[in-house]
């Protein structure tokens, strides 16, 4: 009976984690998703300064949620990211805004696909 007791302990742990694990990467990709998508609309509006200040935001958010994301996801994924993230703020400081609204959409396509892998769904978790 105790080892029932405990195999229903560790179950319990699994599945939080993985709650937690899904509710963080949420989270990070909707801020993420926020300022990359207002960066992408003062390239629009030809606004570098503002573009700028949106993606060294993004690139705060990241470096916040970089640790955690670490522990569950593949350091390629979240170097790769980390790379196009940085490399948006300099973009926008030169005025290369076609470029940097370029990249602005690599580095959502990328956050979607963390997202994507990231969920705690059936076929992700076995």
Do not use: F
């Amino acid at each position: 009976m105790k080892r029932l007791w405990a195999a229903g302990l560790l179950l319990l742990c699994a599945l939080s984690l993985c709650l937690w694990q899904g509710a963080h990467t949420r989270e990070t990709a909707r801020a993420l998703n926020s300022e990359l998508s207002s960066a992408l609309k003062a390239c629009g509006q030809e606004d570098g300064a503002l573009a700028a200040s949106h993606t060294q935001a993004a690139l705060d958010a990241w470096e916040e949620a970089r640790g955690l994301l670490c522990i569950y996801t593949a350091h390629t994924r979240v170097e790769e990211l980390g790379k196009t993230l940085s490399g948006l703020t300099p973009l926008a400081q030169y005025g290369a805004l076609d470029q940097l609204a370029c990249e602005c959409e690599r580095a959502l396509a990328q956050v979607e696909a963390l997202r994507g892998i990231d969920e705690p769904t059936l076929e992700n978790i076995l």
